[in-house]
């Protein structure tokens, strides 16, 4: 469960591609993980993201407690960007996946690749799981040949830039938190702790106000054809609403690495700032 646009981007994304090619999902969990009831799947599924190392420790360290929890059950983690601030944690992390019999990692990026090797011999690389979203608009309706109208969206957490994007940007930037009301953001907020609390109903609830939270999200994006990101989603989203894109960085150049395995061929996308 999240309350970011851009990790919804993504799980709605995987639900796109888990409808499309018919997939039998039988269980569901955020990070509060029944262990009981992964013994009775075929496979289990990480979703994808930026979260694969040492950034967003929580989330590394459930997949490492699944993954020594059960040796023989077939692991595939969805596309990540795979980053780790020390090469100590990199290896101490790497010899528990690569332990396990069965563990399939995807990455998004060819720097992900490489290191992704310590982890696993059973590795690929394929674009991020929101482009399974693919087509949110019509050709008829793609922004790259009008006039622009500017959209400055830049990210204002840990993996900021600070060098760059709201140095060079004249308007008030602004990031996911300010697309979501406050009551939305707090009811996204709720449900996550009720799921928590293991709440039976929080799934049910999350998906509905995720729902919302993405649809508002696309609204604001399809009201500017030129999208000014720092956010690797934000820069995804303005590819698959067909608007004019000038992208920054984050702090470990996750979406200049993105860039150039996926998006460097897509017609309106520049640098607004040297990469």
């Known amino acids: 469960m999240y309350s970011n646009v851009g990790d919804l981007l993504i799980y709605f994304g995987t639900e796109a591609f888990i409808k499309e090619y ?17 013994k009775d799947v075929d496979v289990i599924l990480f979703q994808g993201g930026g979260n694969f190392g040492g950034l967003y420790s929580h989330h ?6 699944i993954t020594l929890k059960l040796p023989n059950k077939k692991i595939i983690c969805l596309p990540q960007t795979l980053h780790f601030y020390n090469e100590e944690e990199l290896e101490r992390s790497a010899k528990i996946f690569k332990k396990h019999s069965d563990f399939h990692l995807y990455v998004r990026d060819q720097e992900s690749l490489t290191i992704g ?6 590795i690929k690389l394929i674009p991020d799981m929101a482009h399974s979203l693919h087509p949110l608009i019509d050709i008829n309706e793609c922004d790259i040949n009008r006039e622009s109208y500017r959209s400055p969206y830049v990210r204002s957490d840990k993996e900021a830039n600070s060098n760059n994007a709201n140095n060079m940007l004249s308007k008030r930037s602004f990031d996911w938190a300010n697309i979501i009301s406050p009551s939305m953001y707090l009811m996204s907020r709720s449900i996550i702790i009720l799921d928590k609390l293991r709440y ?22 399809m009201s500017h054809n030129e999208v000014y990101s720092g956010r690797l989603h934000g820069i995804i989203l303005a590819a698959l ?15 200049s690495r993105y860039i150039s395995c996926w998006l460097k061929e897509y017609p309106s996308l520049k640098n607004a700032s040297d990469f």
């Open 117 to 122: 090797y310590q982890f696993t011999d059973n």
């Open 241 to 255: 609403l067909g608007k004019k894109i000038r992208c920054f960085d984050n702090n470990y150049k996750k979406n």
């Open 200 to 221: 039976s109903n929080s799934m049910k609830f999350w998906d509905k106000i995720a729902s919302d939270m993405v649809f508002k999200s696309i609204n604001y994006f």
């Open 60 to 65: 590394q360290q459930l997949r490492e407690k």
């Open 22 to 38: 018919n997939l039998n999902v039988i269980y569901r969990a955020g990070m509060n993980v029944d262990l009981k009831k992964l």
